[in-house]
DNA sequence: ACACCCGATGTCAGTCGCTGTCATCAGTAG
DNA sequence: CTACTGATGACAGCGACTGACATCGGGTGT
């Protein structure tokens, strides 16, 4: 990150980022499979976060509803990490191939989430499209807690945002 | 295609490409960005046909009811592709990079739905959330579709797809 | 007809991400 | 003390991509 916010991503070599770890390069790509993946560590903690929270959710509660729980808790650990994870996102969004391994990431997240579903006793279709639905939400949540710094916590955003999606996708 | 199919994505070289092309792999790079790219040369019909749809609208339509006249159009259209369309998604399935541009132009047919929708009056929020929801129920169309070769028109496949997420997302 | 220009192409050299291979060097078990 | 194992370093090499310069062909103006 340091070397990311300092020089930028593209003109930061995978050499520089071994260095500054006190390691040769061929150690770093055993630790990870390309010069991307430094970033997105911590996206399994999310994962496991999300599925974790739709699990405990109460038996009878709606597939969407479900997902929700397991959403506000991945929502907190974000709020909590602040200002580093909007930094983060603005090294992302400065280079395309690191927006297509976040969108990578995210289509992981609604894997999970709609396994986690499943798991639940929903049916695959719903639990899928559930998951694409709920996760789209969350993006957009993230996006607008990402761009007011000074505005509600993450995970009232997402709230917000999904009774968003229940009124514009509402059936006729 | 005929490269790739018959070697595989990561076995054919930029300089395979262009050779066949009977052109040298320099000016590959000029007409394409990138190896992947040669690949994603029809998403841009794909977008302008679904924004064309969404114009074309009924002014009274809801959001998600416009959006939906925009995907049955780019259905309709890929529907016609076929077995080609069926040949690329399986190109596209076997490697992870091309995964994720494929992820990224669908990010992008949202962008562009959403501006749509945003043409005909729908406020911000609600036509992005409009499109992404709308533009992930026709991607699990598109799967499914692609899964049954002798199943039921992809225009229709969008319809029903697009029929379960109002159910699954229905307000309390 | 001739000089001119410009856009597309070829050629070459170089950088960087990434991989296979082999040697080295702990620390640990026996 | 030795043998084994796992992590690391060193090195060579491939392929994707880029910048720089030369070339070529077709249209324009005179």
């Known amino acids: 990150m340091e070397l990311f916010v300092e020089h930028g991503y593209e003109r930061t070599t995978t050499a520089d980022i071994a ?11 055993r630790h990870f499979p390309d010069k991307r993946e430094v970033l997105f560590d911590s996206t399994h903690a999310l994962d496991t976060l999300v599925v974790e929270g739709i699990a405990a959710a109460p038996a009878d509660a709606a597939p969407l509803d479900a997902l929700a729980a397991g959403l506000r808790a991945g929502a907190a650990m974000l709020h909590g990490l602040g200002d580093h994870a909007r930094a ?28 986690a579903l499943v798991e639940r006793g929903v049916g695959e279709a719903a639990a899928l499209l559930s998951a694409e639905a709920g996760v789209a939400a969350f993006r957009v949540a993230f996006d607008r807690w990402v761009a007011t710094p000074a505005g509600p916590p993450l995970p009232d955003v997402v709230d917000a ?3 968003e999606l229940r009124q514009v996708v509402a059936p006729a």
């Open 19 to 29: 260095a500054r770890a006190g390691l040769s390069e061929r150690t770093y790509f």
């Open 88 to 115: 983060r996102t603005a090294v992302i969004a400065s280079q395309g191939e690191l927006r297509e391994r976040e969108l990578a990431k995210m289509s992981g997240l609604v894997a999970a989430s709609a396994a």
């Open 161 to 163: 945002v999904l009774a």
